[in-house]
């Protein structure tokens, strides 16, 4: 009998600085599109299993994790007294509080993830237009 090797480690990558992050692009197109898939799901019935919600909540989160650090990133580099200051901090506080509770295994949970990435990707594209100037 042939039998498969199965892989009973694995390894953690610790990056507490973000410095992989950093030097890689952020993968925007297959997340928006998911996001968006997401967010026209009817919130009635059973649509999506809860395990799959709850997958697709921490990946929207984690990427929207990283989508916030570009925004503040950019953020940073403007103009102490800008106008863009005010609405980008409140964007950024408002991934903070939303990204802040657990992912749960409902639709509601991965939309909520899914609008926080859209929001973030809409003001990351306001400041890359205000630096491309």
């Not at 580099?77 to 939303?98: D, F, I, K, N, W």
């Amino acid at each position: 009998m042939n039998e498969t090797p199965v892989q009973t480690s694995g390894m953690v990558l610790c990056d507490p600085d973000g410095s992989l992050a950093r030097d890689l692009p952020l993968d925007r197109e297959p997340v928006m599109l998911l996001a968006t898939a997401v967010i026209a799901l009817p919130t009635t019935g059973d649509t999506l299993p809860p395990k799959d919600c709850e997958q697709i909540a921490r990946l929207l989160a984690g990427h929207a994790l990283l989508v916030a650090d570009e925004v503040r990133a950019l953020c940073a580099q403007l103009p102490r007294l800008s106008p863009l200051h005010p609405l980008t901090e409140t964007v950024l506080g408002e991934a903070r509080r939303r990204l802040s509770v657990d992912p749960r295994p409902t639709l509601a949970s991965a939309q909520n993830r899914a609008r926080v990435v859209r929001l973030l990707y809409e003001r990351l594209d306001r400041l890359a237009t205000v630096h491309a100037d």
